[in-house]
């Protein structure tokens, strides 16, 4: 039997065709544009996403015995604001999750209601990304548009509607709007009578793993699926990218070196840090979780590499530097602002420590290094409640540099270990997809049967001391910076 998994992005989607042993059987992409209307908006149109899905689903599909194909999964990218009127017709372009236009409304949140109560509604604190400072936005900037809304909900929501007609959503993506009782798994009636809506308004909650619906008769058609092909309820982009890496249970920590960086850490209960710096989310596998995202992650080296440099070089660059630990020169990873710890969309990328003798291949390491500190700062916070993580995998476009999973192993002082197949949401969206579709009878048993490990990078004493150094040192200069930040 075969399983689709889709990756709905931020600029591409990824679809993959799986089979219940964790074979790969296809992989293919279609990308889309985003809009950046003003300077620090971020807009895309979701018949986009639908469109380029049902393509890139037909050429998936082209040479596979269709009536094998048993279910899909999807996992896409979170917090965007998707509203449809009382015709199922898109009001608006969807605010996406980098988007910063909601820098008033975060801090009538934060500090008018404030984050003692956000934290009691919701487990959350609000960034600006998150969903429910953008519906305070368009109430206050688009009345008209806030008026015709009918329906609320995220970017995979969307596609899952429009495939199925299901209006649902799950536990761990919506965790991410600030509109749900994370710990109890429920709508914040507090959250909504905030910003003025209803729980009509929002789609049924389910777990990730659970059946929500069949093709609907024209799109099983159309792809020349049976309509009995099953939809699981999916999961939000780094929860789905946790199953497809085996991390699931308690305990478990998975670090993506992406576009933007995430820690995802698993528990079995409720756990909230005590500044709000990470993320209280729930889980795919029915469980909690705390993630930090930083907001530029790999993005930084590919700046530097593409934009500074002027290189496509990335492992000739990384292959002049010879000493780990000793670095003078530092740099702060902040070029769109900051999530995880800071909250601070004004903060920006820097490098301090430079002198007369400082080298190209110095330059090179600190952006290595800033992101593995950034990266320790979010490990630091999950750790103030009481986790003792010992180990991470490791996934994402930046892992595959060998030097930068070593920083990672000392400057975090954690074993870090490499998955066999690294495929990200999709493969964790297939996964779902098999759990809703009964071929395992847990997220945890598809993870055991399926997840494999290819290498492990362990901490070396000598560098972990070393670092260990640097970090504390990386730790003062956002503080120092950060009243200067705003009158750049």
Known sequence: MYYIGVDLGTSAVKLLLMSESGEIAKITSREYPLSFPQPGWSEQEPEAWFTQTMDGLKELLSEVDKSQVKGIGVGGQMHGLVVLDDADKVIRPVILWNDGRTMKEVEYLNSDIGKNKLSEYTGNIAFAGFTAPKILW?????PDLYARIKKIMLPKDYLIYRMSGSFCTEYSDASGMLLLDVQHKCWSKQMLDICGITEEQLPKLHESYDAVGTLKPEIASELGLSESVVLAAGAGDNAAAAVGTGMVGAGRCNISLGTSGTIFITSDEFRVDANNAL???????????LMGCMLSAASCNKWWMDEILKSTDYAGEQADIKELGKNHVYYLPYLMGERSPWNDPLARASFIGMSMDTTRAEMVQAVLEGVAFGTRDMLEAAR???LDIKTSMICGGGAKSPLWRRMMANILDLEITVPACEEGPGMGGAMLAMVASGAYKSVAEACDAIVKVSE??????ELVKLYEDRYQSFKLLYPALKDVFPKL
């Open 138 to 142: 368009m109430k206050e900037n688009e």
């Open 279 to 289: 993320h209280a989310f729930d889980h795919a596998d029915g469980g909690y979780h």
């Open 384 to 386: 103030s409640t009481g």
């Open 456 to 461: 492990k990078v362990s901490p070396e004493a």
